[in-house]
């Protein structure tokens, strides 16, 4: 079975940055589409970033355009969230997936994913 392992979370000041990453187990991660999600209590998971492999770059909810970047690492089963110019309203816990088709067909669509990481922006 597939794991995804995120790391990276923790408490940081408004304006401040973090990097998540998440590794992949297995052979197979340079083929998996990878995305990023998070929840907050109360709502519903929102989609955040994702870089499929047929497209070859990243797409980003509107709310972190400009701020946030995701990446991958093949050679270390990695994909990354970089997250710059934070606000609480990004307080949430993060989750990695990942889709073994290498498209995009949502949430639903996606096979593997983490336990999540926590991200607190707070003063």
């Known amino acids: 079975q597939v794991q995804l392992v995120e790391s990276g979370g923790g408490l940081v000041q408004p304006g401040g940055s973090l990097r998540l990453s998440c590794v992949v187990s297995?052979?197979?991660?340079?083929?998996?589409?990878m995305a990023w999600y998070r929840q907050t209590p109360g709502k519903q998971r929102e989609l955040v970033a994702v870089?499929?492999?047929?497209?070859?770059?990243?797409e980003y909810a509107d709310s972190v355009k400009g701020r946030f970047t995701i990446s991958r690492a093949n050679a270390k089963n990695t994909a990354y969230l970089q997250m710059n110019d934070l606000t609480p309203e990004d307080t949430a816990v993060y989750y990695c997936?990942?889709?073994?088709?290498?498209?995009?067909?949502?949430?639903?669509?996606?096979?593997?994913w983490g336990k999540g990481t926590l991200v607190t922006v707070s003063s």
């Open positions: 870089l499929t492999v047929s497209r070859g770059f990243g």
């Open positions: 997936a990942a889709d073994r088709s290498g498209t995009y067909l949502g949430a639903d669509g996606m096979d593997y």
């Open positions: 297995g052979n197979y991660f340079s083929s998996y589409t």
